[in-house]
């Protein structure tokens, strides 16, 4: 890629920037950032693009979730363990129900700022700046706190080394080993998810004591007893994911070092863009939003120049039509990606499309709608003989009443109960392990799909 370099986005159009009112106090800052060590490594982000290739090849499944947008205030390690627990149980769900592997993605330490509809937010007649994410400015709605703030960046890069600190002790330290998965904390989650959850532990618990039998535990075989772990987030703040790019030792090439896999959001996406210009010159995996705003010739043109070798794993079209849009929009964009013949993994976003405004006044998502969204995403692929392989979802460890719906049968009324989040809703823990459950069929479905020869299909 002789005509890229670094720097390179600088000169195309961008968009969703904060305009600081010191350069000076900015440009510090970012110069501090690029001298900071890695969060991840290039050889990490190498694993998962070999792993999401297999995804690509229906051979796994991709689960990808985590918070909209990480927060200060709720930085906690009880959150950090909730959030990485309840992924497990997930994953470990879909395991079963697929009998593929799922590889396990978090949107976490380092998805802070979020693009907004408006720059400007006004309350009681007061016009201030939009609240952009905790590494950018506050949501206390006043001009102090929604004036974007440089030193907030290098709070935010602390949080998420501890974060990653904390999440690689859990998933290589023991917490994740399958002999614990009946100690798991399973507090708040109610009666019926409890009741599935445990009938798939005891499956898992069979098969441990069949290998412990023949001499195969946790004890001999690392993998029993370890999970491998990725992060992700929106390739959104250009300056700071210049400042973390690095250049790998052993290649060469330019891998974004806060994060393994990044994506490019659905207002971001253009084909002139600083963004893409961005993404295009970075090794790591990456992810392109899609919407019912999407022209499918332009998303196989992204597709073609931020992959132009066609590489298995390196894009993952992330779909986030609404539960009502799927089946309008999603077979023509699988057509066009199939006619260009471009390998790339389908992944579900049911929550975007499915943001709404409650009657007292929170924005929510329903749960059936959720839930709708992810079943019409199956059926649409398996209608036109592709892979459905991926989930991403906003959600948290956390007992929160944002999304309304499920189990729990949350109304209206109850989002004033516990409604943490510092932007959009995410589904709670209970709601989280509900839609594993219940997309379990379509993912069995997906899965022997796949293993009957999906790919000659497509």
Request: hydrophobic share 35%; aromatic share 8%.
């Amino acid at each position: 890629m002789t005509n890229w370099k670094l720097n390179s986005w600088r000169s195309k159009p961008i968009k969703h920037q904060p305009v600081y009112a010191d350069q000076g106090k900015i440009d510090n800052v970012l110069k501090e950032l690029s001298t900071f060590p890695p969060l991840v490594f290039a050889g990490e982000s190498r694993s998962l693009k070999k792993k999401l290739g297999e995804v690509s090849q229906g051979k796994a499944f991709l689960l990808q979730g985590g918070d909209c947008a990480e927060s200060f205030l709720e930085f906690h390690p009880n959150n950090i363990r909730d959030f990485f627990k309840v992924v497990l149980q997930m994953s470990l769900i879909l395991t079963v129900s697929s009998k593929l592997p799922v590889i396990k993605v978090g949107r976490v330490a380092g998805q802070f700022s979020k693009p907004r509809s408006s720059p400007v937010e006004v309350k009681d007649g007061k016009e201030l700046p939009s609240y952009l994410g905790d590494n950018i400015n506050s949501m206390e709605f006043t001009k102090e706190g929604r004036d974007p703030q440089p030193e907030r960046l290098l709070k935010a890069y602390s949080q998420s080394a501890a974060t990653l600190n904390l999440l690689r002790a859990f998933s290589q330290g023991g917490f994740a080993d399958l002999n614990k998965v009946h100690l798991w904390n399973m507090s708040f989650v109610n009666e019926t998810a409890q009741k599935k959850y445990k009938e798939i532990a005891e499956k898992v618990s069979d098969a441990l004591a069949f290998m412990e039998a023949c001499g195969i535990n946790s004890e001999n075989n690392r993998r029993l007893r370890t999970v491998n772990f990725y992060t992700s987030h929106e390739a959104l703040l250009l300056p700071v994911e210049e400042a973390m790019t690095r250049i790998d030792s052993t290649t060469g090439e330019y891998h974004n070092t806060s994060a393994h896999f990044l994506w490019i959001g659905d207002r971001t996406r253009q084909l002139d863009g600083a963004h893409v210009e961005y993404c295009k010159g970075i090794k790591n995996p990456l992810g392109i939003k899609c919407g019912p705003t999407s022209d499918p010739k332009e998303i196989v043109k992204l597709t073609e120049v931020l992959n132009p070798d066609n590489e298995p794993g390196r894009i993952t079209l992330i779909a986030r039509f609404g539960h009502d849009q799927v089946t309008k929009f999603l077979p023509n964009l699988i057509k066009e990606v199939k006619k260009a013949g471009r390998n790339v993994i389908w992944s579900c976003d049911p929550m975007h499309g499915n943001t709404i405004k409650s009657s007292t006044g929170f924005k929510t998502r329903p749960f059936d709608n959720v839930l709708s969204e992810v079943k019409n995403f199956f059926k649409v692929h398996q209608d036109q003989g592709t892979f459905a392989g991926g989930l991403h979802i906003e959600m948290t460890g956390q007992d929160v009443t944002e999304c309304t719906g499920g189990a729990q049968n949350i109304t209206d009324k109850d989002l004033s109960n516990r409604y943490h989040t510092h932007c959009d809703p995410r589904l709670n823990a209970n709601q989280a392990l509900e839609l594993a459950f219940l997309i379990s069929e379509e993912i069995k479905k997906n899965a022997n799909f796949s293993k009957n020869g999906i790919q000659e299909a497509s």
